[in-house]
């Protein structure tokens, strides 16, 4: 007899042994809630997941109603699988409403960014590594990030006047843009014009970006792989040696761990996280 832990049941299924109506166990799907995926356009949940679901639901019954997490009291819940889950099915309806429910029990941008949507694509990307994903799946899931940026992002633009322009991009061999999207929209969020150049730039187009910009008060080098840190160090000489030492350049990112490692490169200082980068943004005159 096969084990559970292997077996799929129709959402029908599992439905009736969630002693629920249909459709509420498909929103328990679209929001992530419930691991689900479509085969032969049916959706099919392991019947492991359908018992552990169940149990979850019996321990919130019990729960103390005055129990809360962190964050100004929102009620405890883990956005990042859910969210996963979402973009492993392909679900970006259900991805984008569990980001709006989230937003609705007290997420801002940041926390939104940093502890649902970060944490969400660092699981895929490892477990791609290890070889548990296609990789078109981890494309899939990464394009329907970048779709949903745009569309969170918007609901944040920064009113009044821009506080200067900051230019970020990745040196060449890098390719995780999402994370410099990522932080590009949390400094827009704070008031700053953010010029995006992207990934795997050579230096020489680094230094062509930041010439001619109006109010550039900063510029941001991120990377993530250790294998472009060479990359990295002529990225930064080759814009310091076109804005001088009154602009300042930070550096951040996975591969750079210390304000050794970034200083060594050239940059001015370590930005360990985008909080910090802000912080050090924020610290500088406005242009």
Same mark, same amino acid.
């Given at each position: 007899?096969?084990?559970?832990?292997?077996?799929?049941?129709?959402?029908?299924?599992?439905?009736?042994?969630?002693?629920?109506?249909?459709?509420?166990?498909?929103?328990?799907?679209?929001? %992530? $809630?419930?691991? &689900?995926?479509?085969?032969?356009?049916?959706?099919?949940? *392991? !019947? =492991?997941?359908?018992?552990?679901? +169940? @149990?979850?639901?019996?321990?919130?019954?019990?729960?103390?109603?005055?129990?809360?997490?962190?964050?100004? %009291? $929102?009620?405890? &819940?883990?956005?990042?699988?859910?969210?996963?889950?979402? *973009? !492993? =099915?392909?679900?970006?309806?259900? +991805? @984008?409403?569990?980001?709006?429910?989230?937003?609705?029990?007290?997420?801002?941008?940041?926390?939104?960014?940093?502890?649902?949507?970060?944490?969400?694509?660092?699981?895929?990307?490892?477990?791609?590594?290890?070889?548990?994903?296609?990789?078109? @799946?981890?494309?899939?899931?990464?394009?329907?990030?970048?779709?949903?940026?745009?569309?969170?992002?918007?609901?944040?633009?920064?009113?009044?006047?821009?506080?200067?322009?900051?230019?970020?991009?990745?040196?060449?061999?890098?390719?995780?843009?999402?994370?410099?999207?990522?932080?590009?929209?949390?400094?827009?969020?704070?008031?700053?014009?953010?010029?995006?150049?992207?990934?795997?730039?050579?230096?020489?187009?680094?230094?062509?970006?930041?010439?001619?910009?109006?109010?550039?008060?900063?510029?941001?080098?991120?990377?993530?792989?250790?294998?472009?840190?060479?990359?990295?160090?002529?990225?930064?000489?080759?814009?310091?040696?076109?804005?001088?030492?009154?602009?300042?350049?930070?550096?951040?990112?996975?591969?750079?761990?210390?304000?050794?490692?970034?200083?060594?490169?050239?940059?001015?200082?370590?930005?360990?996280?985008?909080?910090?980068?802000?912080?050090?943004?924020?610290?500088?005159?406005?242009?």
């Amino acid at each position: 007899m096969p084990k559970a832990v292997d077996t799929t049941v129709s959402l029908h299924e599992a439905a009736r042994r969630l002693k629920v109506h249909y459709m509420t166990a498909y929103r328990y799907v679209r929001s %992530g $809630r419930l691991p &689900a995926r479509q085969q032969n356009g049916e959706w099919q949940v *392991l !019947l =492991a997941d359908v018992q552990q679901f +169940a @149990e979850s639901r019996k321990k919130r019954s019990t729960r103390p109603s005055g129990a809360r997490a962190k964050h100004g %009291g $929102r009620a405890a &819940a883990d956005w990042a699988t859910r969210f996963e889950t979402c *973009l !492993l =099915a392909g679900d970006e309806l259900g +991805a @984008e409403n569990l980001l709006t429910d989230a937003l609705a029990s007290g997420h801002d941008l940041f926390s939104l960014y940093l502890e649902v949507v970060s944490p969400a694509l660092v699981s895929i990307g490892a477990r791609w590594q290890r070889g548990q994903l296609q990789i078109h @799946e981890e494309h899939r899931a990464s394009t329907i990030v970048a779709r949903l940026f745009a569309r969170v992002s918007a609901r944040f633009a920064h009113r009044g006047p821009s506080r200067g322009t900051v230019v970020i991009g990745g040196p060449s061999g890098e390719r995780h843009g999402l994370a410099l999207t990522m932080v590009a929209d949390l400094m827009r969020s704070r008031g700053w014009n953010v010029s995006d150049i992207g990934t795997d730039v050579p230096a020489a187009s680094f230094a062509a970006a930041v010439e001619r910009v109006d109010q550039l008060c900063a510029v941001c080098i991120g990377v993530t792989l250790r294998e472009s840190l060479h990359e990295a160090r002529a990225c930064v000489a080759a814009v310091k040696s076109v804005v001088g030492p009154d602009v300042k350049v930070y550096a951040g990112g996975a591969a750079i761990d210390s304000d050794t490692t970034a200083t060594s490169l050239g940059a001015d200082a370590w930005a360990r996280d985008p909080r910090m980068l802000l912080a050090l943004l924020a610290s500088e005159p406005v242009a």
